[in-house]
């Protein structure tokens, strides 16, 4: 059974920095994980995914330059590192498995419990 927990998330200034995680368990074949977020009366949206060859990345484009996606292979975690964060990032996190790198969350099978992110101005 896939299953996926992130963590990391909190209460930071603007400006400020964290780095959520996403342990992830319970599958072998290869895979993609995304961070998709949901900020309060909008949409979920993708913000970074990640193949687990680490070969393949993207971003959006609010996320470029400040948010980095990377993957430890051996814990099989996945890490959004974010700086320079906004007001607009404000949201709840959440990491979730797919079989490629995409932006649809249609095709994301698994999904953890989020975790949130709040930025104060």
């Known amino acids: 059974q896939v299953q996926l927990a992130e963590s990391g998330g909190g209460l930071v200034q603007s400006g400020g920095s964290l780095r959520l995680s996403c342990a992830a368990s319970?599958?072998?074949?290869?895979?993609?994980i995304a961070w998709f977020r949901q900020a309060p009366g909008k949409e979920r949206e993708a913000v970074s995914c990640i193949t687990s060859g680490n070969r393949i990345t993207d971003y959006i484009d609010s996320a470029k330059g400040r948010f980095a996606i990377s993957r430890d292979s051996g814990q099989n975690t996945v890490y959004l590192q974010m700086k320079d964060l906004e007001s607009e990032d404000t949201a709840v996190y959440y990491c979730?498995?797919?079989?490629?790198?995409?932006?649809?969350?249609?095709?994301?099978?698994?999904w953890g419990q989020g975790t949130q992110v709040t930025v104060s101005s």
């Open positions: 319970g599958f072998s074949l290869s895979y993609a």
């Open positions: 979730a498995l797919g079989p490629v790198v995409n932006r649809d969350e249609r095709q994301y099978t698994s």
